[in-house]
Protein backbone atom coordinates (compact mmCIF):
# COMPACT_ATOMS: atom_id res chain seq x y z
CA UNK A 1 0.00 0.00 0.00
CA UNK A 2 1.44 3.55 -1.05
CA UNK A 3 2.01 5.91 1.91
CA UNK A 4 -0.07 9.40 1.36
CA UNK A 5 4.34 10.94 0.75
CA UNK A 6 4.22 8.25 -2.50
CA UNK A 7 0.27 8.68 -3.64
CA UNK A 8 1.61 12.54 -4.48
CA UNK A 9 4.84 11.58 -5.52
CA UNK A 10 2.99 9.21 -8.33
CA UNK A 11 0.29 11.59 -9.15
CA UNK A 12 2.99 14.37 -9.80
CA UNK A 13 4.63 11.96 -12.00
CA UNK A 14 1.91 10.57 -13.24
CA UNK A 15 -0.35 14.12 -13.63
CA UNK A 16 1.91 16.92 -13.07
CA UNK A 17 2.08 19.59 -10.73
CA UNK A 18 -1.01 21.51 -11.86
CA UNK A 19 -3.35 18.71 -11.60
CA UNK A 20 -2.00 18.23 -8.06
CA UNK A 21 -2.17 21.97 -6.79
CA UNK A 22 -5.93 22.00 -8.37
CA UNK A 23 -7.16 18.63 -6.53
CA UNK A 24 -5.01 20.59 -3.22
CA UNK A 25 -7.54 23.73 -3.79
CA UNK A 26 -10.12 21.14 -4.11
CA UNK A 27 -9.79 19.88 -0.93
CA UNK A 28 -9.54 23.16 0.90
CA UNK A 29 -12.31 24.31 -0.98
CA UNK A 30 -14.76 21.33 -0.18
CA UNK A 31 -18.01 22.34 1.02
CA UNK A 32 -18.31 21.88 4.54
CA UNK A 33 -21.17 22.26 7.01
CA UNK A 34 -21.70 25.72 8.84
CA UNK A 35 -19.75 26.01 12.01
CA UNK A 36 -17.26 22.92 10.87
CA UNK A 37 -14.94 24.28 12.75
CA UNK A 38 -16.80 24.61 16.07
CA UNK A 39 -18.02 21.07 15.30
CA UNK A 40 -15.03 19.36 14.75
CA UNK A 41 -13.90 20.54 18.21
CA UNK A 42 -16.32 19.27 19.88
CA UNK A 43 -15.99 15.89 18.72
CA UNK A 44 -11.85 15.77 18.10
CA UNK A 45 -10.07 13.89 20.75
CA UNK A 46 -13.45 11.81 21.64
CA UNK A 47 -14.60 7.97 21.97
CA UNK A 48 -17.97 7.43 20.09
CA UNK A 49 -20.25 4.87 17.97
CA UNK A 50 -21.74 4.82 14.76
CA UNK A 51 -24.14 3.46 14.07
CA UNK A 52 -24.87 1.72 9.93
CA UNK A 53 -21.25 3.19 9.10
CA UNK A 54 -18.69 3.80 7.81
CA UNK A 55 -20.13 6.72 6.10
CA UNK A 56 -19.04 9.36 3.29
CA UNK A 57 -20.12 12.05 4.86
CA UNK A 58 -17.78 12.01 7.78
CA UNK A 59 -14.84 11.20 5.40
CA UNK A 60 -12.22 13.65 4.66
CA UNK A 61 -14.19 14.69 1.50
CA UNK A 62 -17.93 14.42 3.12
CA UNK A 63 -20.29 17.29 4.19
CA UNK A 64 -18.82 16.75 7.78
CA UNK A 65 -15.13 15.46 7.64
CA UNK A 66 -15.10 14.79 11.48
CA UNK A 67 -13.08 10.56 11.08
CA UNK A 68 -9.68 12.08 10.74
CA UNK A 69 -10.14 14.17 14.49
CA UNK A 70 -11.57 11.27 16.39
CA UNK A 71 -9.61 9.53 19.24
CA UNK A 72 -11.67 6.02 18.67
CA UNK A 73 -14.78 5.14 16.85
CA UNK A 74 -16.65 1.70 17.54
CA UNK A 75 -19.48 0.70 14.93
CA UNK A 76 -22.61 -0.82 14.88
CA UNK A 77 -24.35 -3.14 12.28
CA UNK A 78 -27.33 -5.11 12.47
CA UNK A 79 -26.06 -7.98 10.73
CA UNK A 80 -22.97 -10.34 9.40
CA UNK A 81 -23.49 -9.33 5.69
CA UNK A 82 -25.38 -6.07 4.71
CA UNK A 83 -26.11 -5.36 0.84
CA UNK A 84 -24.18 -1.71 1.73
CA UNK A 85 -20.80 -3.24 3.98
CA UNK A 86 -20.84 -6.54 2.51
CA UNK A 87 -19.27 -9.23 5.22
CA UNK A 88 -18.44 -7.75 8.40
CA UNK A 89 -17.12 -9.68 11.72
CA UNK A 90 -17.45 -8.81 14.86
CA UNK A 91 -14.45 -7.58 16.61
CA UNK A 92 -11.76 -5.09 16.41
CA UNK A 93 -11.98 -4.38 12.57
CA UNK A 94 -13.74 -1.39 12.28
CA UNK A 95 -12.01 0.50 9.93
CA UNK A 96 -13.55 3.94 9.67
CA UNK A 97 -10.27 6.00 8.74
CA UNK A 98 -7.09 4.96 7.36
CA UNK A 99 -5.64 2.62 9.92
CA UNK A 100 -7.67 3.51 12.82
CA UNK A 101 -10.01 0.51 13.76
CA UNK A 102 -12.84 0.77 16.10
CA UNK A 103 -14.78 -2.42 17.80
CA UNK A 104 -17.30 -3.87 15.33
CA UNK A 105 -20.83 -4.53 17.64
CA UNK A 106 -23.07 -6.80 15.11
CA UNK A 107 -26.45 -5.45 16.61
CA UNK A 108 -29.87 -3.55 16.09
CA UNK A 109 -29.55 -0.25 16.24
CA UNK A 110 -32.58 0.00 18.51
CA UNK A 111 -30.70 -2.50 20.78
CA UNK A 112 -27.26 -1.69 22.14
CA UNK A 113 -27.90 -3.95 25.25
CA UNK A 114 -24.69 -4.81 25.29
CA UNK A 115 -22.92 -1.80 26.01
CA UNK A 116 -23.57 -0.17 29.54
CA UNK A 117 -24.78 3.27 30.04
CA UNK A 118 -22.71 6.62 29.75
CA UNK A 119 -19.88 4.96 27.82
CA UNK A 120 -19.41 7.52 24.59
CA UNK A 121 -18.74 10.81 24.37
CA UNK A 122 -20.92 11.16 21.21
CA UNK A 123 -22.89 9.14 19.05
CA UNK A 124 -23.07 9.74 15.29
CA UNK A 125 -25.05 8.19 12.16
CA UNK A 126 -25.51 8.70 8.80
CA UNK A 127 -28.37 7.35 6.53
CA UNK A 128 -29.61 4.71 9.22
CA UNK A 129 -32.49 5.61 11.28
CA UNK A 130 -34.73 5.95 8.15
CA UNK A 131 -34.04 1.94 8.10
CA UNK A 132 -35.33 1.30 11.89
CA UNK A 133 -38.88 0.11 12.02
CA UNK A 134 -38.96 2.18 15.52
CA UNK A 135 -36.65 5.08 15.48
CA UNK A 136 -37.76 6.51 19.22
CA UNK A 137 -36.09 2.83 20.19
CA UNK A 138 -33.08 3.23 18.59
CA UNK A 139 -32.36 6.83 19.57
CA UNK A 140 -33.47 6.29 23.18
CA UNK A 141 -30.78 3.72 23.23
CA UNK A 142 -27.90 6.27 21.49
CA UNK A 143 -28.61 8.58 23.98
CA UNK A 144 -28.55 6.19 26.70
CA UNK A 145 -25.05 5.06 25.83
CA UNK A 146 -24.13 8.72 25.84
CA UNK A 147 -22.17 10.45 28.75
CA UNK A 148 -23.74 13.49 30.34
CA UNK A 149 -22.94 16.04 27.95
CA UNK A 150 -22.35 14.18 25.13
CA UNK A 151 -23.25 14.51 21.76
CA UNK A 152 -25.85 12.86 19.25
CA UNK A 153 -25.45 13.52 15.82
CA UNK A 154 -28.11 12.14 13.15
CA UNK A 155 -27.68 12.60 9.37
CA UNK A 156 -31.11 11.39 7.31
CA UNK A 157 -32.20 11.45 3.30
CA UNK A 158 -34.22 15.01 2.91
CA UNK A 159 -37.27 13.31 0.75
CA UNK A 160 -37.47 16.19 -1.84
CA UNK A 161 -33.64 14.71 -2.98
CA UNK A 162 -34.79 11.30 -3.28
CA UNK A 163 -37.03 8.65 -4.44
CA UNK A 164 -39.02 9.12 -1.12
CA UNK A 165 -40.07 12.85 -2.47
CA UNK A 166 -43.64 11.65 -3.70
CA UNK A 167 -44.22 10.11 0.11
CA UNK A 168 -45.45 12.37 3.19
CA UNK A 169 -43.61 13.24 6.34
CA UNK A 170 -43.99 11.23 9.00
CA UNK A 171 -45.82 12.73 12.03
CA UNK A 172 -44.16 12.34 15.73
CA UNK A 173 -47.57 10.40 16.80
CA UNK A 174 -46.93 7.76 14.34
CA UNK A 175 -43.28 7.40 16.09
CA UNK A 176 -44.77 7.57 19.49
CA UNK A 177 -47.12 5.03 18.48
CA UNK A 178 -44.66 2.37 17.47
CA UNK A 179 -42.47 2.89 20.71
CA UNK A 180 -45.57 2.19 22.80
CA UNK A 181 -46.18 -0.78 20.59
CA UNK A 182 -42.95 -1.98 20.67
CA UNK A 183 -42.68 -2.15 16.80
CA UNK A 184 -40.26 -4.91 15.63
CA UNK A 185 -38.26 -4.86 12.60
CA UNK A 186 -39.89 -7.00 10.97
CA UNK A 187 -42.55 -4.45 10.52
CA UNK A 188 -44.59 -3.85 7.03
CA UNK A 189 -46.73 -1.65 7.89
CA UNK A 190 -45.43 0.91 5.34
CA UNK A 191 -45.35 -1.79 2.38
CA UNK A 192 -48.08 -0.66 0.79
CA UNK A 193 -47.41 2.68 0.97
CA UNK A 194 -43.56 2.62 -0.55
CA UNK A 195 -44.45 0.33 -3.41
CA UNK A 196 -46.95 2.74 -4.78
CA UNK A 197 -44.82 6.03 -3.74
CA UNK A 198 -41.19 4.98 -4.37
CA UNK A 199 -39.95 6.38 -6.87
CA UNK A 200 -37.72 3.72 -9.03
CA UNK A 201 -36.23 5.98 -11.49
CA UNK A 202 -34.19 7.79 -8.22
CA UNK A 203 -33.60 4.12 -7.19
CA UNK A 204 -32.01 2.79 -10.32
CA UNK A 205 -30.27 -0.39 -7.99
CA UNK A 206 -33.39 -1.55 -6.25
CA UNK A 207 -34.35 -2.79 -9.93
CA UNK A 208 -37.39 -4.07 -11.55
CA UNK A 209 -41.06 -2.86 -9.66
CA UNK A 210 -40.96 -6.83 -9.32
CA UNK A 211 -37.72 -7.26 -7.58
CA UNK A 212 -38.19 -4.10 -5.61
CA UNK A 213 -41.32 -5.75 -4.06
CA UNK A 214 -39.90 -8.96 -3.84
CA UNK A 215 -37.00 -7.08 -1.65
CA UNK A 216 -39.60 -5.04 0.18
CA UNK A 217 -41.16 -8.26 1.31
CA UNK A 218 -37.68 -9.41 2.53
CA UNK A 219 -37.19 -6.29 4.16
CA UNK A 220 -35.88 -7.94 7.54
CA UNK A 221 -33.23 -9.93 5.98
CA UNK A 222 -31.97 -6.43 3.46
CA UNK A 223 -33.53 -3.93 5.79
CA UNK A 224 -33.50 -1.22 2.44
CA UNK A 225 -36.95 -0.38 3.23
CA UNK A 226 -37.20 3.35 4.29
CA UNK A 227 -40.00 3.04 7.05
CA UNK A 228 -40.25 6.62 8.08
CA UNK A 229 -39.93 10.01 6.25
CA UNK A 230 -37.83 12.88 8.29
CA UNK A 231 -38.20 16.79 8.11
CA UNK A 232 -35.88 18.80 10.43
CA UNK A 233 -38.84 19.87 12.30
CA UNK A 234 -39.35 16.08 13.39
CA UNK A 235 -35.91 15.28 14.01
CA UNK A 236 -36.35 18.40 16.70
CA UNK A 237 -38.98 16.81 18.02
CA UNK A 238 -37.63 13.97 18.49
CA UNK A 239 -34.71 15.38 20.08
CA UNK A 240 -36.51 17.72 22.75
CA UNK A 241 -38.72 14.41 23.43
CA UNK A 242 -34.87 13.05 24.68
CA UNK A 243 -34.10 16.22 26.74
CA UNK A 244 -31.40 16.68 23.90
CA UNK A 245 -30.18 20.14 23.51
CA UNK A 246 -30.13 21.00 19.93
CA UNK A 247 -26.73 22.40 18.57
CA UNK A 248 -27.22 22.69 14.95
CA UNK A 249 -30.02 21.74 11.99
CA UNK A 250 -28.68 21.75 8.68
CA UNK A 251 -31.07 21.20 5.22
CA UNK A 252 -29.83 20.46 1.65
CA UNK A 253 -29.83 16.84 0.06
CA UNK A 254 -29.71 15.40 3.80
CA UNK A 255 -31.35 16.83 6.90
CA UNK A 256 -28.87 16.92 9.83
CA UNK A 257 -28.93 17.77 13.47
CA UNK A 258 -26.45 18.24 16.12
CA UNK A 259 -27.64 17.96 19.89
CA UNK A 260 -25.86 17.48 23.34
CA UNK A 261 -27.18 15.56 26.54
CA UNK A 262 -28.03 17.24 29.34
CA UNK A 263 -29.51 15.19 31.68
Request: glycine share 12%; net charge positive.
Given at each position: MLTRPKRVLKKLKDKGLSFV????????????????????????????LEVGGPSG??????????????????????SNSTIWEGSIENGKNYNYYKNKNGFQFISEASDLSLLPDAKYDFVISSNCLEHVSNPLKAVKEWVRVVKKGGLVLIVLPNKAHCFDHRRPDTSFSHLLEDFKNDTQEDDLTHLEEILALHDLQLDVKAGTPEQFKERSMNNFQHRAMHHHVFSIALLEEIYRHFGLE????????????????TN
Open positions: FQEFLKDINREKIDNFGQIKQLFKQGKGIFRDRGFIPIYRFLNELDGCNFILQTAGGKEHIILGRK
